[in-house]
């Protein structure tokens, strides 16, 4: 048989791999758009190159800024299971368009490097370089959106999903920030709580997903997908002042919700905050962005974001 044609792993609507190596992106919902200015929201955009060498890049988000003060600045890394998704797609380019506007910040947009063809680490290492970047600026750099109306005092690291997950590891890392947001994070252990809802197909799916993603892993209590696992970081590590950690009903909630527990528990008390958005599944906010729990969502983040 033609291993170019032999599936090894299938995983739909998601990704499928062969046993020659290729890979097969399924989903057909990811459309890239291009940056400019958005009239509804009145931001303006525009994409940058952070390293000429790997492709590294973001789209940076500017609200129409009315006032002199300086803007947070929100890094945010996009969902996509580590193998789709994009910085430049329809539904991550209109979420930042609009927490740009209703948080009044600037936003820089992650294009990190996907999996499998750039495994684990290379997109915690694409993102880390992009705050870095953004950092940096603080003493000047090239971009001037940045330069003239950022406030990097304020700086917040958001992320979705595989995007969640990335946050959360680039926070254990040497560089301090305001806050972290960690939304509906793609979080995996071995173990099987009683009020975790489990399809036997779709764990199985996501589990052998992470294998692939991250060669060599020691499987889902790996502290990279498991942040609570053996010898994980203390949590009490992380570089930021305040965490918020938002909770769907998909099939990851459990993990989001004890990762939400141990940081009580683990001495961050007031200092971190829980949203939970009952009856919407992975990632509702961006494909039902009028709803009313998405609504609710976006004001509880920009509240965390504006809050002195």
């Not at 996009?78 to 506007?101: K, Q, W």
């Not at 997109?123 to 959106?145: I, R, T």
């Not at 960690?182 to 399809?199: G, I, K, N, Q, Y």
């Not at 004890?258 to 958005?277: D, I, M, P, R, T």
Request: proline share 7%; charged share 25%.
């Amino acid at each position: 048989m033609n291993p170019d044609k032999e599936v090894e792993f299938d995983f739909p609507p998601v990704i499928r791999f062969y046993k020659s190596g290729r890979v097969e992106r399924l989903s057909e919902l990811f459309v890239d758009v291009p940056a400019g200015f958005d009239s509804e929201t009145e931001v303006s955009s525009k994409d940058v190159i952070i390293n000429p060498s790997t492709g590294v890049s973001a789209r940076i988000y500017l609200p129409n800024i009315l006032q002199s003060t300086k803007l947070p600045i929100i890094v945010y890394c996009h969902g996509g299971a580590f193998v789709e998704g994009s910085a430049f797609d329809s539904f991550n380019h209109s979420f930042m368009n609009r927490l740009s506007a209703q948080a009044n910040a600037i936003a820089v947009s992650v294009e990190y490097r996907l999996a499998p063809e750039n495994p684990i680490p290379i997109p915690y290492d694409d993102s880390f370089e992009v705050l870095n970047w953004v950092v940096s600026h603080a003493q000047g750099g090239p971009e001037p959106w940045l330069v003239n109306n950022g406030d990097f005092n304020n700086v917040f690291l958001v992320g979705f999903s595989a995007g969640a997950n990335i946050v959360h590891n680039i926070a254990l890392r040497d560089v301090h920030f305001k806050g972290l947001v960690v939304m509906h994070p793609c979080f995996l252990a071995s173990e099987r709580l009683p009020s975790e809802p489990t399809d036997p197909k779709l764990r199985d799916g996501i589990e052998r997903l992470w294998s692939y993603i991250c060669p060599g892993t020691s499987g889902v209590d790996d502290p990279a997908i498991n942040p609570l696992a053996e010898g994980a970081p203390d949590l009490k590590g992380l570089n930021c002042e305040r965490v918020m950690v938002c909770s769907d009903e998909g099939e990851l909630k459990v993990r989001g919700d004890v990762y939400y527990e141990h940081l009580v528990k683990c001495g961050w008390g007031e200092n971190v905050e829980f949203v939970e958005s009952q009856g919407e599944q992975h990632g509702f906010f961006l494909e039902k962005p009028d709803c009313e729990k998405a609504q609710e969502m976006m004001s509880r983040l920009v509240a965390f974001i504006k809050r002195a």
